[in-house]
């Protein structure tokens, strides 16, 4: 519930620092962690800071010595560790802690359990997905680099890339890259070197190290930062045996800083080989494409109709020639053939013909109608008739019919 002040009816400090205790003491006993800083014990009291790995935030922590011995040796300044603790709220000085109670260390052991079901559920949610993956500038005109200052892994990058191309630009951001800084100092360089325009690859580099050391490149938070990041990321921890979650979602993986060296940037004597064997390719197929086409106007000249065309012309016209000859003969034997068979029948139609009969003494008679006189007993006496022989006709008056000669 507010309290309701006004200028005019103001409370006393004491009432309001017994209010903040109330509201405090309301919270009851929490389970808290952290990363121990700034460990002091004074007589039988321990007083030591508990600080949020990824936020710049942080708490302190009073406890009996005995509480803080229970928990072991694993106890020390950067030791990430579980506190149960109550809220206190000291009116007399208006300062906030938390009395610890238990103290538990989180072993290699848990933090292993805990990555892997931070990695399930980031896989879940499709962050590692290899379509999520941008390929990398072949030359990139700038690269960002976030690494420890005057680290080696600082110097492998940076002499590396030169070596292979001598005119590359870097632009580094020095973090830490080890203890509770580091989250918030890398996630900053980050954002500052994705906001670059100028920036084509950001390379996040260290040069290996304990499992312990490596923790902050599996937090959650530089996890989605570099799975939004708009830039390619490589990630160049430098430690095969432990995984870190930046690895699977950054764009490419290096196993060491030399390795993203030679990942982000081209060998610029091997691009040059590469450009010598394209052009000499080049070449041999432009001198074989011109030997082959050569070879094929040789062969085209070379053909009788472009080497003689009068040859040609001649061969073409004795064709003509000798199929005229052949049209001629065919057509005189088809006349000769023709002229043979009209002869035939015309001499078919002459021995056939009533003139022909005639020339050989017969005669043909025939009625003053021209009818020809077939029996003789039609014919009554008296009776006009014209007798046509071979040569001309004669009149003639039926006497009637005679007798048959038996003869």
């Not at 928990?71 to 020390?76: E, I, L, Q, Y």
């Not at 962050?127 to 990398?136: D, G, N």
């Not at 680099?145 to 020095?174: T, Y």
């Not at 010598?276 to 094929?296: F, K, S, T, Y």
Request: aromatic share 4%; net charge positive.
């Amino acid at each position: 519930m507010a309290m309701e002040t006004t200028a005019e009816s103001p409370v006393p400090v004491r009432t309001v620092l017994q209010a903040v205790g109330g509201w405090i003491g309301r919270l009851g006993r929490i389970w808290v962690e952290g990363q121990i800083t700034d460990l002091n014990a004074r007589g039988g009291t321990v007083y030591l800071t508990l600080r949020d790995p990824v936020a710049n935030m942080s708490v302190r922590l009073v406890g009996q010595r005995g509480v803080v011995e229970a928990a072991g040796p694993a106890v020390t300044d950067g030791a990430r560790v579980v506190v149960h603790a109550k809220p206190d709220f000291w009116i007399n000085r208006g300062t906030f802690s938390l009395s610890v109670l238990e103290i538990r260390p989180v072993g290699v052991g848990e933090l292993l359990a805990r990555l892997e079901r931070l990695k399930k559920t980031l896989a879940a949610e499709g962050l590692f997905r290899p379509e999520r993956k941008r390929p990398l500038p072949f030359l990139p005109g700038r690269i960002g680099l976030i690494c420890g200052r005057e680290s080696d892994a600082e110097h492998d990058v940076l002499q590396n890339a030169r070596r292979r191309w001598p005119a590359v630009a870097f632009r580094v951001e020095n973090t830490a890259v080890q203890g509770s800084y580091a989250v918030g100092e890398v996630m900053t360089a980050l954002r500052a070197l994705d906001a670059d325009p100028e920036i084509d690859v950001i390379i996040i580099a260290r040069g290996g190290g304990a499992m312990e050391d490596l923790l902050p490149f599996s937090d959650e938070a530089l996890v989605r930062a570099v799975s939004a990041a708009r830039t390619p990321v490589v990630s160049a921890i430098g430690h095969e045996q432990d995984t870190p979650l930046l690895d699977l979602v950054a764009d490419v993986r290096a196993s060491t800083p030399t390795d993203a060296a030679k990942k982000t940037v081209p060998d610029v004597r091997e691009q040059l080989q590469l450009v010598r064997q394209l052009r000499d390719r080049g070449r041999r197929c432009l001198a074989g494409g011109v030997e082959r086409e050569l070879a094929w106007l040789k062969s085209v000249r070379s053909r009788p109709a472009l080497a003689d065309p009068v040859r040609e012309i001649e061969r073409q016209s004795e064709q003509v020639t000798a199929l005229r000859d052949r049209a001629r003969r065919c057509l005189s034997g088809a006349l000769d053939r023709t002229g043979d068979e009209l002869s035939h029948t015309r001499a078919r139609l002459l021995a056939l013909s009533p003139a022909a009969t005639l020339d050989r003494g017969y005669a043909i008679v025939q009625r003053a109608d021209g009818a020809v006189v077939r029996d003789a007993a039609s014919v009554p006496a008296g009776a006009a008739l014209t007798v046509r022989v071979a040569s001309g006709r004669l009149g003639a008056t039926a006497s009637g019919p005679l007798d048959d000669d038996p003869a």
